[in-house]
């Protein structure tokens, strides 16, 4: 995934870009930079944050940056931003998005004239790297900007900062969101909404899908309008989200008490459990609301612990992010034993950590785990977003289960595997539920999830749900 901030003020900005940036570390786990334009020109700096936070590494950074105008990221992937040299003027540029058609915009820049990029590990080139290149084939940033838009397969948020400001453009559905903030002396863009709060910024506007804005410290200019259609992804809400945040006027909290005030309507009087538990941390929410409104007691039955690893998947490996998911989580005995136990995690992806967790809760003397993803079962790799690290749909539980019982694996079948009313669908939970070893397991409904993020359907990403454009 990713996230980005961004500043055009009328004095030194360099602390509102860090800290801005920093609110945004649950994002990606990678790499973090900086970029900023000032009276010593463009600088930059990019660090590796796998084994240390944002905030640690860039420290000394901010003693040398200075600037009225700065851009930042958290990447999972790609060091960014990158500083370009064009016939368009220098600029800096970080983006957010993945492009499913890489290959071929790569072969489009070389037989157009372009001799080379620069490789990263595995033989990939930097997407950013890649997107800057096509900005560079029009004769200006904001009509490059809307070249990009058309040919990205896929997804891409853009920000470009030049000498005299800042061009923050939405991607073509708005599949990630671009929020700005106001104060007295100038302006910021932001992915998070509530990275600014803090900052003495107050909320400006929120870019539609293609909008193109241009932010300077005197003001912000629409250079393009948005479109009619948005596809925002529903996954923000279910679990990349930070709880403060909000995406099309929808908080990132209130939608997750929504979520599992609607699962306990769902379950009824079918589940009798002694306590509701959240799995730390994007669990949590949706347990109180499954808590509230079922009337049964939430509690903690294992904590987090959070000094020394602050981060769900910061290693590149499976099975290293694996031990660590298990390091995490520690169990309160005393609120496990011999209890009846209601478990709510944001999701089940390839299964390997809810089993685990599972696992330790019956080793930890618990008499029954009952278990409520807060979203429905994923059938279908993101193409739109880098969620996970996952190479192949054969990475989710459901589709390997699916591939096993199937002898084609058609659009057709995983949309009766994906309809709650279906036979195959009940066969596919119950098949995850021993494979797991749940006592019980119900997956939100895709139309309950929907409604308790509250906006119109049409304007919701749902793919990974149900494969729907």
Not at 195 to 200: D, E, F, I, K, P
Not at 210 to 222: L, Q, S
Not at 341 to 369: M, P, W
């Amino acid at each position: 995934m990713g996230g980005f901030f961004g500043v055009a003020s009328k004095k030194n900005c360099t602390l509102e870009l860090f800290y801005g940036v920093d609110y945004h570390s649950h994002l990606g786990t990678r790499r973090g930079g900086m970029a900023m334009y000032g009276q010593q020109g463009f600088q930059r700096a990019i660090h590796n944050i796998e084994n240390s936070p944002f905030r640690t590494k860039f420290e000394k950074d901010v003693e040398e940056l200075e600037g009225h105008l700065g851009i930042g990221c958290i990447s999972d992937y790609e060091p960014q931003p990158l500083l370009i040299q064009s016939h368009l003027g220098s600029f800096a540029i970080t983006t957010v998005g993945k492009i499913n058609n890489l290959d071929e915009l790569r072969e489009k820049v070389y037989d157009e004239g372009r001799s080379h990029f620069q490789e990263m590990s595995g033989g990939q080139i930097n997407a950013t790297e890649l997107v800057a290149a096509l900005i560079c084939k029009s004769d200006s940033i904001i009509n490059g900007i809307r070249y990009v838009q058309g040919l990205v397969d896929g997804s891409m948020t853009v920000l470009v900062m030049t000498k005299d400001g800042i061009y923050a453009a939405r991607d073509k559905y708005g599949r990630t969101p671009v929020v700005l903030g106001k104060r007295e002396d100038g302006y910021c863009v932001a992915f998070e909404s509530f990275s600014y709060l803090n900052l003495g910024y107050e909320s400006y506007k929120e870019l539609g899908p293609a909008e193109i804005d241009f932010i300077t410290a005197d003001g912000v200019e629409m250079l393009s309008p948005p479109g009619d259609e948005m596809k925002i992804c529903s996954f923000l809400w279910v679990y990349y989200g930070y709880p403060t945040a909000c995406y099309e006027g929808v908080n990132v909290e209130e939608m997750r008490y929504k979520c599992g005030s609607m699962l306990a309507k769902r379950d009824g009087d079918s589940v009798k459990p002694d306590i509701v538990a959240g799995v730390p941390d994007s669990g949590i929410a949706h347990a109180i609301g499954y808590a509230n409104e079922s009337g049964i007691p939430y509690a903690r039955p294992f904590i987090k612990y959070t000094p020394t690893w602050p981060r769900s998947f910061m290693p590149t490996s499976q099975s290293q992010r694996d031990l660590i998911a298990r390091m995490k989580l520690i169990p309160v005995q005393a609120l496990i034993e011999d209890k009846k136990l209601l478990l709510i995690d944001d999701s089940i992806v390839r299964g390997t950590q809810l089993r685990e967790t599972t696992e330790f809760l019956y080793q930890s003397g618990a008499k029954e785990v009952h278990v409520r993803p807060a979203c429905p079962p994923l059938l279908f790799g993101c193409k739109y977003l880098n969620f996970s690290r996952s190479k192949s749909d054969l990475d989710l539980i459901t589709r390997r289960i699916i591939a096993e019982w199937e002898p084609e694996v058609t659009q057709e079948v995983l949309e009766e595997y994906a309809n709650p009313a279906s036979e195959k669908y009940e066969k596919l939970v119950e098949e995850i539920r021993k494979r797991q070893n749940f006592t019980t397991l119900r997956f939100h409904r895709l139309d309950d999830m929907l409604e308790a993020i509250g906006l119109e359907p049409c304007k919701v990403c749902t793919y990974c749900f149900n494969g729907k454009k």
